[in-house]
């Protein structure tokens, strides 16, 4: 199947507006879900065009008719929103889940442009909007695609269910957080400043310990979260850790924007795996958000006990 099939994108991350509101707590009610959650969601067999679209709609922080696509973080699995993908056939909305380098899930709502009559020969149908859910292996030679409701295996077809049900804990937390002028995002803003980043940086066991190369990057693992610092001289912290259940060492990149951003300053990025590039995080990446925080204080106190170890050695 050729039709806007799986919108392989390379995926443009789009820089959200932070705005001035009513502050909530982000501490006291983190990770809160609105719209959608994974106990209340329909199963893959059940969406319809609406509702696909209706999830486009929800998460879209750019607000425009025109093709665009954001790219949030469920877990090390980008998830793109795709608004109004264009091509010879028709237009798409809706998102697509990339799982590492193994597999990517398609859940898009179509609107064909192509005659009736070769939409009737092609796919057996007289309405020109379509749910398209689809997927395809990125591990083997063979990556063909496949349409969900060709899939015979049950064991797959549970797993990508178990992704939809995710998807849509993201999706919930993701627009709360949208929806109550991401408190989250306004607390990182709020609290780790280039300051905070600094003293971090220069801490004395950078240079009391014997350092390793992490690109430009030097740092040393502490109990379990690798923690870094460039010699630059900027507000710069690498942390990362070993994910669990693939193995991969992930990180975060905390950096303040040397230029004048208005509130937003800090940058905070991800980092799925060692060989991949940073993608800069958004401000409804909730779950992603609430982890740097927890990390990077856990940081914090990591190296302030290593200090006063070192000191009580002498």
């Given at each position: 199947?050729?039709?806007?099939?799986?919108?392989?994108?390379?995926?443009?991350?789009?820089?959200?507006?932070?705005?001035?509101?009513?502050?909530?707590?982000?501490?006291?009610?983190?990770?809160?879900?609105?719209?959608?959650?994974?106990?209340?969601?329909?199963?893959?067999?059940?969406?319809?065009?609406?509702?696909?679209?209706?999830?486009?709609?929800?998460?879209?922080?750019?607000?425009?008719?025109?093709?665009?696509?954001?790219?949030?973080?469920?877990?090390?699995?980008?998830?793109?929103?795709?608004?109004?993908?264009?091509?010879?056939?028709?237009?798409?909305?809706?998102?697509?889940?990339?799982?590492?380098?193994?597999?990517?899930?398609?859940?898009?709502?179509?609107?064909?442009?192509?005659?009736?009559?070769?939409?009737?020969?092609?796919?057996?149908?007289?309405?020109?909007?379509?749910?398209?859910?689809?997927?395809?292996?990125?591990?083997t030679p063979q990556n063909g695609m496949q349409q969900y409701q060709n899939i015979l295996e049950p064991e797959l077809k549970e797993r990508l269910e178990?992704?939809?049900?995710?998807?849509?804990?993201?999706?919930?937390?993701?627009?709360?957080?949208?929806?109550?002028?991401?408190?989250?995002?306004?607390?990182?803003?709020?609290?780790?400043?280039?300051?905070?980043?600094?003293?971090?940086?220069?801490?004395?066991?950078?240079?009391?310990?014997?350092?390793?190369?992490?690109?430009?990057?030097?740092?040393?693992?502490?109990?379990?979260?690798?923690?870094?610092?460039?010699?630059?001289?900027?507000?710069?912290?690498?942390?990362?850790?070993?994910?669990?259940?693939?193995?991969?060492?992930?990180?975060?990149?905390?950096?303040?924007?040397?230029?004048?951003?208005?509130?937003?300053?800090?940058?905070?990025?991800?980092r799925p795996r060692k060989q991949e590039k940073f993608y800069p995080l958004n401000p409804f990446d909730a779950q992603h958000l609430f982890d740097a925080?927890?990390?990077?204080?856990?940081?914090?106190?990591?190296?302030?006990?290593?200090?006063?170890?070192?000191?009580?050695?002498?």
């Open positions: 199947m050729s039709v806007i099939d799986a919108v392989v994108i390379d995926a443009v991350v789009i820089d959200a507006v932070v705005i001035d509101a009513v502050v909530i707590d982000a501490t006291q009610t983190p990770l809160q879900k609105l719209y959608y959650a994974a106990d209340n969601t329909l199963p893959l067999s059940q969406l319809d065009e609406e509702k696909i679209c209706q999830i486009a709609r929800d998460l879209d922080s750019v607000s425009s008719e025109k093709e665009h696509y954001v790219t949030g973080w469920m877990g090390l699995n980008s998830v793109v929103l795709v608004r109004s993908y264009q091509n010879k056939r028709g237009s798409a909305d809706g998102l697509v889940m990339t799982r590492g380098n193994h597999y990517r899930l398609s859940v898009q709502s179509v609107v064909f442009r192509i005659p009736k009559p070769l939409l009737w020969v092609t796919f057996r149908r007289r309405p020109r909007t379509m749910k398209v859910i689809t997927y395809n292996r990125l591990d178990a992704d939809w049900r995710d998807l849509n804990d993201y999706l919930g937390m993701a627009c709360w957080q949208r929806e109550n002028n991401n408190p989250l995002w306004q607390a990182l803003q709020r609290d780790i400043s280039a300051d905070r980043l600094l003293l971090l940086c220069k801490h004395p066991v950078f240079s009391s310990r014997k350092m390793q190369k992490e690109g430009e990057f030097a740092g040393l693992w502490q109990k379990d979260i690798f923690i870094a610092h460039r010699n630059d001289g900027a507000a710069a912290i690498l942390l990362s850790w070993k994910d669990p259940q693939t193995g991969d060492v992930a990180s975060y990149l905390f950096e303040i924007l040397a230029k004048n951003t208005g509130p937003t300053r800090l940058r905070l990025s991800l925080r927890q990390l990077f204080e856990r940081a914090e106190s990591v190296l302030e006990s290593s200090a006063d170890s070192s000191h009580h050695q002498r």
